[in-house]
C-alpha cells in the first residue's frame, strides 16, 4: 500500500481512511485549481458552468442546491463570472427578488474547454489505476458520501 507523503500525524492515526481523503481531495484541488487558471476560471465556476450547461435559466438558489455552497460562496462566484462575461444574472418574471442565471455566448463556448478539463483531470486521476479500481473507487467515494451526508445529527441522536 502506498505510505502517504508526509506521513500520517500520530493524532490523525485513529482515522487513516479520513486523513487520505483529505490528502487526496486537496491534491485533486490543487491539480484542477492549476487547470482552471489556465481557462480563467476559479475553483468552483466550473461546477455552475456544468450546471447551466445541462439547464440555463436557473435561479441562484437552484444552483447553490445543485452545487452545495453557501449563499455568499455563490453569490461572489457569480459576480466574478458576470465580470468575466461568462453569464447574465436578471430578475425572474414571476418574482422580481429571484434572480436568474443565464450563459452568454462567452459561458456557452465553454463547454468542451470544460469538458477537456475534466478528462484531463480524470485521466491524470485514474492513471495509477486498473479500469477496476476505479469503478470501485468511485463506488467506495459515492457510498462514504452518502454515509456522510445520511449521518445522524447529535441533536438527532437518542438519548
Do not use: C
Not at 462575461?85 to 462567452?106: N, S
Not at 470544460?114 to 484531463?120: E, N
Amino acid at each position: 500500500m502506498p505510505m502517504p507523503d508526509p506521513r500520517i500525524p500520530t493524532t490523525a492515526g485513529a482515522g487513516p481512511m479520513s486523513y487520505a481523503i483529505f490528502q487526496l481531495a486537496r491534491a485533486h484541488r490543487a491539480y484542477a485549481a492549476t487547470l482552471l487558471r489556465e481557462m480563467d476560471l476559479h475553483p468552483g465556476q466550473e461546477l455552475l458552468l456544468m450546471h447551466l450547461l445541462d439547464r440555463e435559466g436557473q435561479s441562484q438558489s437552484e444552483l447553490l442546491e445543485s452545487v452545495g455552497v453557501d449563499h455568499s460562496t455563490i453569490s461572489k462566484a457569480l459576480r466574478r463570472m458576470q465580470d468575466a462575461g461568462l453569464i447574465v444574472r436578471e430578475p425572474a418574471a414571476h418574482d422580481r427578488r429571484v434572480m436568474v442565471v443565464h450563459l452568454t455566448d462567452k459561458g456557452r463556448a465553454m463547454r468542451e474547454p470544460i469538458a477537456a478539463l475534466w478528462q484531463a483531470l480524470e485521466e491524470t486521476s485514474a492513471r495509477n489505476l486498473s479500469e477496476q479500481q476505479a469503478e470501485s473507487f468511485v463506488e467506495t467515494a459515492y457510498a462514504i458520501t452518502e454515509a456522510i451526508s445520511s449521518r445522524a445529527l447529535p441533536d438527532d441522536e437518542p438519548a
